[in-house]
């Protein structure tokens, strides 16, 4: 089993569609978790921190689910610019070394 | 507040040469950690330093690849005799403080072409 698993997609989705992706990790130490934003061929961008109480973020929603060992990312109201590829990151108590997702690729369409 | 900067965006090595790729990290930040990511692929750890040390680098090939970040100057990364497999796109990201306490901020990348 991987250490972090995406679905890769693609989820083909309108404007103004709710989309939602998860996360699963293998390691039960697993303490900080964050989603983080690929635009093809650029560099990954930080979208937001996932906490243990969720967190919300205009349309952007995170969840964690230790229970389960996922994280999740909701989309409300999708708008042409959010296509791009979402990458759940890992990182395991006192480890400095994060695992990235392969991620998961979004196509907002009109 | 310029952001963390790579050089070259684009390298083209023939098989055998050597590649050497720069990473300045933004004002402030001593952490930097260097990631491959092959096409398709998501991005893989390769090394992480701070200044004039090698933090871990248990995701970089034993042989000819090796990093650097000295005190003063960017952080390197050198691959020595590349082979096609070598062909990347590799990040540098830089963060203030150990990883767990903050966000890493990525470079543009150097795609790395190995013919």
């Known amino acids: 089993r991987k250490e972090v698993e995406q679905d890769p997609g693609p989820f083909n989705v309108p404007e103004g569609a709710t989309v939602a992706f998860n996360c699963t990790y293998s390691?039960?130490?697993?303490?900080?978790f964050f989603w983080y934003r690929q635009d093809c061929r650029k560099e990954p961008k930080l979208l937001m921190s996932?906490?243990?109480s969720g967190n919300e973020d205009g349309r952007f929603t995170a969840q964690l689910n230790r229970a389960s060992q996922y994280i999740s990312l909701l989309i409300r109201d999708s708008k042409l610019s959010d296509s791009a590829t979402y990458l759940c990151v890992v990182l395991a108590g006192g480890s400095y070394i994060p695992t990235f997702g392969r991620g998961t690729s979004l196509i907002v369409h009109p | 507040n310029a952001g963390v900067m790579q050089n070259p965006r684009h390298l083209v090595r023939r098989r055998g040469q050597e590649a050497r790729l720069r990473c300045s990290p933004m004002k402030g930040h001593s952490h930097v950690y260097w990631y491959r990511q092959l096409p398709e692929e998501g991005l893989k750890f390769m090394v992480y330093?701070?200044?004039?040390?090698?933090?871990?680098e248990s995701g970089m090939p034993k042989e000819r690849f090796s990093a650097e970040f000295p005190k003063e100057g960017p952080s390197i990364l050198r691959i020595q005799q590349v082979v096609r497999g070598d062909s990347a796109a590799y990040f540098c990201a830089s963060s203030p403080q150990g990883l767990e306490n903050n966000e890493q901020f990525f470079g543009p990348g150097t795609r790395l072409t190995v013919l």
């Open positions: 996932v906490y243990s």
């Open positions: 330093l701070q200044k004039e040390n090698i933090i871990d």
């Open positions: 390691n039960s130490a697993s303490q900080s």
